[in-house]
């Protein structure tokens, strides 16, 4: 099967079988040849309804994915290129509010061109009635999860597919603002891909054909598994016991031998979903992973620093993970591991402040608890930004700094050997982070 399936054939694809229940046709009469009296508009539906076997060019519909009930949009290509117009926008603000009214997850499964030429601007201002309908969805604590096929572009893109929490997308299919035909000649047609959207931060994953219904169901399972219990602290996966002095904490934690933050998600979850990117065109795969895990039957949030200089992207991922597990209720785990924030030059032409300072607000905003463990190094705002106030835990095998020792030792003019003593003063060791209550010591393993 391809991206370019009809609608049924999509549903069919994701849904448990015979689940599917299809949502009644909200009734609008036309006039003839439609609003703007197209000629030959309403030959070319007609034409349509023949071929595809469908009256409009999406299908709505309520099933079960995996077990978990959902509501599924399912695009039509075949019907006008899977255009929107005014019928369209009907369906599908009925869709978003049987959603709201019924506490389901949206599963927007798109494949369209964009807006209808035939309708003019009465089909491009659909748009506006499905940003809506997905803005009170996303205000209803409810999840929504787009697949992109083959192809999602234009309007339908830029609201239903990189609006959802979660995108995924077929491998291969063509996906971006602008359609071929009306992109620049001499563009890239490489980064109007699944693969390039995912590249650069827009979508989370591409997932084949015949792997969807299961990994949609696995998405749905942990986005609607709230909880208000607070996510419990990690077993510390290295050393038991507490580094002697401060130079001692920061070579611990500089140990290649040291376990990183995915042995440590691998040992706290059965299994784990990533999300990926910023949704501002930059990923941090070697700095942050962020995603939903199931942890003892409940589902954790987590965003984990992996010993890497945190780039921006990381920070804006972690902050989107937080924002997003806020809304739906679910507890979030934070790893802190990180040297500090990138600070070379690309870093700020990113920008690198404002990446941190949005991290600290979602940490300092967020409902839903958060829980840290300091699982490495806790290099100073960068790691700071990623850690819950008063919910902070440090593995012994970790430290936590206003700055890092060489650095605070170059900063009050100190020769390389005192940077040891440097590290004594600055007090970075888990026990005395402990003593000046900055991390907790109460054992809070079981929620």
């Not at 005014?86 to 927007?108: F, K, N, Q, S």
Request: proline share 7%; glycine share 10%.
């Amino acid at each position: 099967m391809t991206g370019r399936a009809s609608a049924r054939e999509v549903v069919a694809l994701v849904a448990d079988p015979a689940s599917f229940i299809e949502l009644p046709h909200p009734a609008r009469d036309f006039t003839p040849d439609g609003p703007l009296a197209w000629p030959g508009y309403d030959l070319s539906r007609a034409r349509a309804a023949e071929r595809t076997g469908e009256t409009e060019s999406v299908v709505c519909g309520t099933a079960s994915v995996e077990g978990t009930q959902a509501v599924l949009i399912a695009f039509e290509f075949g019907f006008l290129g899977g255009s929107l117009g005014e019928r369209t926008g009907d369906r599908l603000a009925a869709a978003y509010t049987h959603a709201r009214e019924h506490r389901l997850p949206v599963v927007p499964l798109v494949a369209t061109g964009g807006s209808r030429m035939q309708e003019g601007m009465l089909a491009l201002t659909q748009l506006q009635r499905v940003a809506r309908q997905s803005a009170l969805t996303r205000q209803a604590g409810l999840p929504q999860l787009a697949v992109a096929r083959d192809p999602t572009t234009g309007g339908g893109w830029a609201t239903l597919g990189a609006g959802a929490d979660v995108v995924l997308a077929l491998p291969g299919a063509q996906v971006g603002f602008a359609g071929s035909r009306v992109r620049p000649a001499d563009a890239d047609p490489a980064a109007y891909t699944a693969e390039a959207q995912v590249a650069a931060g827009a979508a989370d994953a591409v997932v084949r054909p015949e792997e969807l219904r299961e990994t949609l169901g696995r998405w749905l399972r942990l986005l609607t598994g709230t909880s208000a219990e607070p996510a419990p602290v990690p077993e510390p996966l290295g050393a038991t016991d507490l580094p002697a002095s401060g130079w001692d904490a920061v070579r611990r934690a500089r140990s290649p031998r040291r376990p990183r933050a995915a042995r440590y998600l691998d040992a706290y979850f059965t299994h784990r979903l990533a999300i990926s990117g910023d949704r501002c065109g930059g990923t941090d795969p070697d700095g942050m992973l962020c995603g939903f895990g199931d942890r003892q039957g409940r589902t954790v949030a987590y965003a984990a620093q992996t010993g890497a200089a945190t780039r921006p992207a990381g920070n804006r991922t972690a902050t989107r993970l937080i924002r997003l597990a806020d809304r739906l209720g679910i507890p979030v785990l934070t790893l802190v591991d990180t040297p500090g924030a990138a600070n070379d030059a690309e870093a700020e032409r990113q920008g690198a402040g404002a990446a941190i300072a949005e991290l600290f607000g979602a940490v300092a905003t967020a409902r839903t608890p958060i829980t840290t463990l300091v699982i490495g190094e806790g290099g100073s705002g960068g790691a700071l930004a990623l850690a819950a106030p008063g919910r902070t835990w440090a593995a012994p095998d970790s430290y936590f700094s206003v700055i890092a020792p060489e650095a605070a030792a170059a900063i009050l003019k100190r020769p390389p050997r005192e940077v040891a003593a440097t590290a004594d003063q600055l007090r970075i060791r888990p026990q005395d982070l402990a003593e000046l209550g900055v991390i907790r010591t109460d054992d809070r393993r079981t929620p």
